[in-house]
């Protein structure tokens, strides 16, 4: 008996990822196998992330002819929450595959959680619903033991038919029991090789909690919940330690909802790296109204955060809101200019396009941009996911479509103030404007920049100023 695990991800089915060149490895996926082997279960681990097409599995499916394939996906990763549309197909003619070959095929991923149905008409033996390495060696001990899966809390399976759904699984508090995630079972060259053509560096990602308190009303939360728990300082220390020392990495994305909630929490893990001379930066992702007290934003920077993500989503405080986000936009101006103080670069996730926005509105968020300057700037439009408040008050239109094919897509699937063109149109617009900016302010000696020469900025200027004129000429015509 052996267990295959592969994930669900594939970077070069979403080309605006692919270009980016920035791949991590499938966390969740390698916590798995970890599990898997703990318990004793032989474990073949094929990592999906980088290969060209999905049928690259077969073979080594072919030749392993395990019992179980377990498509097990990094719930870490906001990309996987987005269920594209190319992803879940890949996934389940991967799903028909394992089943031609005997396989008992069982999935944990944000989109099966969301469309177990469709998994389970795909061929899915099991769906393992919210966090999942406990219920996955249950339910694998328990189909070897010749016993009933209808009590195992967190699945949903096929039974004569039809469905079957259990009642939730509580999830782990106790992190720091958790093996650490078996990266010796891919390719780190592989993922090197990528960053450092591009960038000169390398990172990896590493997850120090799981879950998120709030309640943004757009956000799913399909794998963790609401519920936050999180590692100590000392077990992420001795990951790190562990990783600097066999694979030569100095950069890590912390991939957790949200970074160091936990009071005291950030202060110990900066007393841990300095205690034990480590030399490493990170990126977090964090809201506004966490960046407002010195001590953190001081043990933020003394610890190595590099770039903070803040979820500033909107310039309109009617909009913030609206959507439940618990924030404001004084907020995001007072933790921007904290952290610009201390040296730490800050970035703002953006969003465009909630129920009702007005082109007023929209000027505020943009705004906003040109006012603060974060270093760097990523833009979506609202996306209704499934089990969240927002999609339940937009799914009577997603008739058409319910998924974007690839992250970039930009499509609104909902009936909004203005077209799907209006707000592709917007993305660019944006982009435009922040170049032109940023490129004002360094001829000013008003702005530095550490990542780009000024002569570059300049030259960015030059190329986004006419199309900027370009896209406000069509913006106005959907006004």
Known sequence: ?????????????????WSTAQPYPPLGTLYAASELRKAGYETTVFDNNLVTHHSEVFPHLDSAKPSYLVLYDDGFNYLTKMCLTTMQEAAFDVIKKAKSLGCIVICNSSDSTDHFQRYHDSGADYVIHGEGETTLIELIDTIENGNSTQEIQGISYLAQGTVTKNAKRPVTKQLDDLSYPSREDIDIEAYRTIWESKYGTFALNIATTRGCPYKCNWCAKPIYGNRYNTRSPLDVINEIEYLINTYNVDYFWMCDDIFGLKPGWVQEFRDLKQERGLKFRYKIQSRADLMLKDDNLDALADSGADTIWLGAESGSQRILDAMDKG????????ATKNLKERNVKVAFFLQFGYLTETWEEVQQTIQMVMDLMPDEIGISVSYPLPGTK????????LVMKSNWTDSDDLDMMFQNTYPTAFYKVLHRYVHNRYRINKGLL???????????????????MVYHTPLAILNKRKLQSHL
């Open 1 to 17: 008996m052996s267990v295959f695990v592969a994930n669900t991800y594939y970077y070069q089915y979403d080309q605006k990822q």
């Open 327 to 334: 924030t404001t936009v004084e907020q995001i101006y007072t």
């Open 390 to 397: 927002f999609y339940d008050k937009v799914k009577a239109d």
């Open 442 to 460: 360094r001829l000013k000696g008003q702005l530095k920049s550490r990542q780009d020469s000024l002569l570059k900025d300049i030259a960015r």
